[in-house]
Structures are given as structure tokens and as C-alpha cells.
């Protein structure tokens, strides 16, 4: 059996900025398309913080916009 695994994060860069995707300049359309021609079907996690958005306080609201950012990387 072969696991395998991905994280992700966006950035503008020139910074190692963990921010969630959609918030820099990666092309999220290239990767989805990747993804999908790969059939990648292994798990994907998020490694971000607030970049960006520093203004989100509570935890609660971080992870939910978090989980709205992820689903839009689904490509199936």
C-alpha cells in the first residue's frame, strides 16, 4: 500500500507565507488541474496561519473560512 500525502499553502512569492489559498499568487487553477490529471486521490491538508487576515479574532471564524478556502480546491 502507498500512502501519500499533500499539504498546501499560498504566498505572494517572496515570502514563505502560509496563508490560505486563494489569498496569494499561486495559479489554483494550475494545481486543481494537475491534481486532477494526476488522479490524485491522497489526503490534502492545509498548513497555513492568518496571513492576510489578521483581523479574524476568534479561532472559530479562522477555521471556517479556512474550510471554505479548502473546498474550493476540490476538483472532482
Not at 507565507?17 to 490524485?40: C, Q, R, T, V
Not at 496561519?49 to 471556517?64: S, T
Amino acid at each position: 500500500m502507498i500512502c501519500m500525502a499533500l499539504h498546501l499553502h499560498d504566498n505572494d512569492g517572496t515570502a514563505e507565507w502560509h496563508a490560505l489559498p486563494f489569498s496569494g499568487n499561486i495559479d489554483w487553477e494550475n494545481i486543481k488541474a494537475k491534481l486532477k490529471s494526476a488522479d490524485y486521490r491522497g489526503s490534502i491538508a492545509l498548513e497555513v496561519d492568518n496571513k492576510n487576515f489578521e483581523n479574524i479574532k476568534e479561532p472559530e471564524q479562522f477555521l471556517q473560512f479556512a474550510v471554505e478556502r479548502a473546498k474550493k480546491l476540490i476538483y472532482r
